[in-house]
Nanobody, 124 residues
Framework: QVQLVESGGGLVQAGGSLGLSCTAS????????MGWFRQAPGKEREFVAG????????DYTDSVKGRFTISRDNAKNTVALQMNSLKPEDTAVYYC?????????????????WGRGTQVTVSS
């Protein structure tokens, strides 16, 4: 049974930092690209950041470039998202997701497995 468990959400003031972590189990972690998505109230879920199987390819949505950093540790089956210079518009539930890939790529869609999410709230 595949499980993705996020941790690290919370409340932070604008300009502050938070680190999210996701631990995966029940899958061969280095066969999967990993992604972080978010969903704000009343909005659709959106891609935030993704990292390929090897960690060699990384992609971010434009609104977080230069502020967020995604990383993975294939030995520990974990993926992290470091969020700096947070803004109130970053407030959302953040989800970790896994995408089985044959090649070392990052996609914005088609993720097979999802965590339950962790709330990030940025106050102004």
């Amino acid at each position: 049974q595949v499980q993705l468990v996020e941790s690290g959400g919370g409340l932070v003031q604008a300009g502050g930092s938070l680190g999210l972590s996701c631990t995966a189990s029940g899958l061969t972690f280095n066969y999967y690209a990993m992604g972080w998505f978010r969903q704000a109230p009343g909005k659709e879920r959106e891609f935030v950041a993704g990292i390929s199987r090897s960690g060699g390819i990384i992609d971010y949505t434009d609104s977080v470039k230069g502020r967020f950093t995604i990383s993975r540790d294939n030995a520990k089956n974990t993926v992290a998202l470091q969020m700096n210079s947070l803004k109130p518009e970053d407030t959302a539930v953040y989800y970790c997701a896994a995408d089985y890939t044959f090649r070392d790529v990052v996609s914005h869609t088609g993720y097979e497995y999802w965590g339950r999410g962790t709330q990030v709230t940025v106050s102004s």
